[in-house]
């Protein structure tokens, strides 16, 4: 079922970005098509977890009791614990290492991390129809993930 529902999502999210910027447009068929791929690659499981969602350093803080306490908790949703790993990977980048797991479903590890990077790119092209202030911080935010996107999906962006 969760790999499903990423699929359709990562769908939307192709059909968003392909109507702003020309080179999702251009590689649209392609990033479709490697979606469809990886996620008829996707085994079923019966076990899920509780993730965050968006789950950084950020995220975490410290109680008195020297507890871990998680914050920004609206996203939360019992998942595909590879979904939650699949944005750390993106957010943390070199730092990610520090929180790996073993035994990560690699599959569905695969389709996660590209559909988190066209969702990464379909939401900041959506902030940029408006009035977003920070123009150039989006745009930066845009080109990252459109990259690792064409580097996920072999696709021409």
């Not at 769908?11 to 990886?38: F, G, H, S, Y």
């Not at 009791?65 to 998680?70: E, I, M, S």
């Not at 902030?127 to 123009?135: K, Q, V, W």
Request: glycine fraction near 4%; hydrophobic fraction near 45%.
């Amino acid at each position: 079922m969760a790999p499903r529902v990423v699929l359709e999502f990562a769908l939307r999210c192709v059909a968003q970005a392909a109507a702003r910027d020309p080179r999702v447009a251009n590689a649209r068929n392609r990033l479709e098509e490697r979606l469809r791929e990886l996620a008829a690659a996707v085994q079923p499981r019966a076990e899920y977890s509780v993730v965050h969602g968006e789950l950084g350093l950020d995220h975490v803080l410290v109680d008195r009791d020297g507890n871990p306490v998680l914050i920004d908790v609206e996203e939360m949703l019992y998942f595909d614990v590879e979904w939650e790993h699949a944005f750390m990977l993106n957010r943390l980048g070199d730092d990610y290492p520090q929180v790996a797991v073993p035994d990560l479903d690699e599959d569905r590890l695969a389709l996660y991390t590209l559909a988190e990077h066209i969702s990464l790119t379909a939401g900041p092209l959506r902030l940029l129809d408006g009035d977003y202030p920070n123009r150039a911080f989006m745009q930066r935010i845009i080109e990252y993930n459109l990259s690792q996107a064409r580097l996920l999906s072999s696709a021409q962006l």
